[in-house]
């Protein structure tokens, strides 16, 4: 029971309030008492209370001055952006585990990047969310950015969370000037207020005119009937409208599975697997073979596994770098990059694979770097599976990768090999895995300390892959 009412004390589960068969629980239309009109917050706490994110407890009330946890957080995030739980076999984090309340929303959560784990593996959960943490996940959630610099006196230039305490300033989601009190405990009030101005557009203050806003590309509607238009990114939001099948959309954003368009006179949202892009109007967007594309990405090691270790580096950072560097990438040339680690985390090698197939990846990219007994041992090699059925695409891949990384890294082409690899073999489509180089060499260690290495090894994998794309 300690479970249901640590679920009912925030967060809206229907069926559980009617399980209950409680008359004391607020229907989705009545306000809280705690927050009456005149309360800052009022209508954006309302906001996220209809759309059922956030409940009150089970007296009705709200208490918007206390505090929130990790967990909370995790969970309104995520009911704010319409995405649904995510059941793992295996628990990414050694302190959540399946059992907890909040275990799919928090696994969903940090699969969408908007949370991170800790250095030391774990989540902290219980942990209660300061302003600083809290600015991060708003800024990642709703993927604001923008702003030169920040009005608090107290968020200096060097501060972890100028970049995107700057974005909410910029975007209308919180008050300007005087002091932010970045390592204050953010209450239920404040959370919540900033989550509904992030998620409406509508309730942002002095708020910068959609107009100001960039077209990421121009698509058309593939439904043979009407698409429905929703005030957020997920079903749970109401219907704004609808569009006619053939009708053109601007779009301005991807939240997850869903698309940000200009709709009337504000924002709506529309299912991308109904509408398909057919013009590219962006600069960021190079290569469009990467259109749509799922990419797994698998930075190798991690966590308690550092993989190789030699002259100063870790195989598990590096790889990590030079992965997150290709998401990014990957993500600005329009293809739906899927990373199996996006931190220092330790995950097994079939849940890896189990990343990959159970996003339908179109291809995997395992990145590792290499040691030798001898410190003459140098270059770039890529693996395939010697026994797989996509065996034919997989060379075809790792050649043109390979090829790449060489050509721009000037390491040794050590070439494409076959091997039995466990990720290789568990996943489902054509799949690679790179060694970059040798940290235990130390020509190839001092490429990969360059501050631009990272960059170049992404640079050059990506491109590896366009290739392989282009020549379909
Ligand atoms: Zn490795």
Same mark, same amino acid.
């Given at each position: 029971?300690?479970?249901?009412?640590?679920?009912?004390?925030?967060?809206?589960? #229907?069926?559980?309030?009617?399980?209950?068969?409680?008359?004391?629980?607020?229907?989705?239309?009545?306000?809280?008492? !705690?927050?009456?009109?005149?309360?800052?917050?009022?209508?954006?706490?309302?906001?996220?209370?209809?759309?059922?994110?956030?409940?009150?407890?089970?007296?009705?009330?709200?208490?918007?001055?206390?505090?929130?946890?990790?967990?909370?957080?995790?969970?309104?995030?995520?009911?704010?952006?319409?995405?649904?739980?995510?059941?793992?076999?295996?628990?990414?984090?050694?302190?959540?585990?399946?059992?907890?309340?909040?275990?799919?929303?928090?696994?969903? &959560?940090?699969?969408?990047?908007?949370?991170?784990?800790?250095?030391?593996?774990?989540?902290?959960?219980?942990?209660?969310?300061?302003?600083?943490?809290?600015?991060?996940?708003?800024?990642?959630?709703?993927?604001?950015? /923008?702003?030169?610099?920040?009005?608090?006196?107290?968020? @200096?230039?060097?501060?972890?969370?100028?970049?995107?305490?700057?974005?909410?300033?910029?975007?209308?989601?919180?008050?300007?000037?005087?002091?932010?009190?970045?390592?204050?405990?953010?209450?239920?009030?404040?959370?919540?207020?900033?989550?509904?101005?992030?998620?409406?557009?509508?309730?942002?203050?002095?708020?910068?005119?959609?107009?100001?806003?960039?077209?990421?590309?121009?698509?058309?509607?593939?439904?043979?009937?009407?698409?429905?238009?929703?005030?957020?990114?997920?079903?749970?939001? @109401?219907?704004?409208?609808?569009?006619?099948?053939?009708?053109?959309?601007?779009?301005?954003?991807?939240?997850?599975?869903?698309?940000?368009?200009?709709?009337?006179? /504000?924002?709506?949202?529309?299912? $991308?697997?109904?509408?398909? =892009?057919?013009?590219?109007?962006?600069?960021?967007?190079?290569?469009?073979?990467?259109? !749509?594309?799922?990419?797994?990405?698998?930075?190798?090691?991690? /966590?308690?596994?550092?993989?190789?270790?030699?002259?100063?580096?870790?195989?598990? %950072?590096?790889?990590?770098?030079?992965?997150?560097?290709?998401?990014?990438?990957?993500? $600005?040339?329009?293809?739906?990059?899927?990373?199996?680690?996006?931190?220092?985390?330790?995950?097994? #090698?079939?849940?890896?694979?189990?990343? &990959?197939? %159970?996003? =339908?990846?179109?291809?995997?990219?395992?990145?590792?770097?290499?040691? &030798?007994?001898?410190?003459?041992?140098?270059?770039?090699?890529?693996?395939?599976?010697? @026994?797989?059925?996509?065996? $034919?695409? @997989?060379?075809?891949?790792?050649?043109?990768?390979?090829?790449?990384?060489?050509?721009?890294?000037?390491?040794?082409?050590?070439?494409?090999?076959?091997?039995?690899?466990?990720?290789?073999?568990?996943?489902?489509?054509?799949?690679?895995?790179?060694?970059?180089?040798? #940290?235990?060499? $130390?020509?190839?260690?001092?490429?990969?300390?360059?501050?631009?290495?990272?960059?170049?090894?992404?640079?050059?994998?990506?491109?590896?892959?366009? !290739?392989?794309?282009?020549?379909?």
């Amino acid at each position: 029971m300690s479970r249901k009412g640590c679920i009912l004390s925030f967060v809206f589960i #229907l069926f559980l309030s009617l399980l209950a068969g409680n008359g004391q629980v607020a229907s989705a239309q009545s306000k809280f008492p !705690d927050v009456p009109s005149s309360a800052w917050g009022h209508k954006e706490i309302h906001l996220l209370k209809d759309k059922g994110v956030i409940t009150g407890h089970s007296d009705g009330t709200f208490r918007p001055n206390n505090t929130l946890t990790r967990a909370h957080g995790a969970v309104i995030i995520t009911g704010a952006l319409g995405l649904n739980g995510l059941k793992v076999s295996n628990p990414t984090f050694p302190d959540v585990s399946l059992n907890h309340w909040a275990s799919a929303e928090i696994e969903r &959560a940090v699969q969408q990047g908007i949370f991170t784990g800790r250095k030391d593996g774990k989540f902290y959960s219980a942990e209660t969310m300061n302003k600083a943490q809290a600015a991060a996940i708003i800024a990642r959630a709703f993927n604001l950015s /923008g702003g030169a610099s920040s009005s608090f006196t107290d968020i @200096s230039s060097q501060h972890w969370t100028l970049k995107e305490i700057v974005a909410l300033e910029h975007n209308g989601i919180v008050e300007k000037g005087g002091r932010y009190e970045p390592g204050k405990a953010i209450t239920r009030a404040e959370f919540s207020t900033y989550v509904a101005r992030a998620l409406d557009p509508s309730f942002r203050l002095n708020q910068s005119q959609p107009s100001n806003e960039t077209v990421q590309f121009q698509g058309e509607v593939t439904v043979s009937s009407t698409l429905n238009v929703r005030l957020g990114a997920g079903t749970s939001f @109401s219907v704004l409208g609808n569009l006619k099948g053939g009708q053109k959309v601007d779009v301005y954003a991807t939240q997850g599975s869903w698309y940000k368009i200009k709709y009337v006179n /504000g924002w709506g949202y529309v299912s $991308s697997s109904y509408v398909k =892009k057919v013009s590219n109007n962006s600069n960021n967007t190079p290569n469009s073979v990467l259109w !749509d594309r799922i990419i797994a990405i698998d930075p190798g090691h991690g /966590g308690k596994d550092p993989g190789a270790v030699a002259n100063g580096l870790q195989e598990k %950072d590096v790889v990590l770098g030079v992965g997150l560097e290709l998401n990014k990438q990957l993500q $600005s040339a329009g293809a739906k990059p899927v990373l199996t680690r996006n931190n220092d985390t330790f995950v097994e #090698l079939d849940q890896r694979a189990k990343i &990959a197939n %159970d996003a =339908k990846a179109d291809i995997f990219v395992s990145i590792h770097a290499n040691a &030798a007994a001898s410190t003459a041992g140098n270059g770039t090699e890529t693996w395939i599976s010697a @026994s797989s059925a996509t065996k $034919s695409e @997989s060379k075809d891949l790792a050649e043109k990768i390979n090829k790449r990384l060489v050509q721009e890294l000037g390491t040794t082409d050590r070439g494409v090999k076959e091997a039995n690899f466990k990720v290789l073999v568990q996943t489902n489509m054509p799949g690679v895995l790179i060694e970059l180089g040798f #940290l235990t060499n $130390s020509k190839d260690a001092a490429l990969m300390k360059q501050s631009n290495y990272n960059s170049r090894a992404a640079t050059a994998i990506r491109k590896g892959i366009e !290739d392989y794309y282009s020549s379909k």
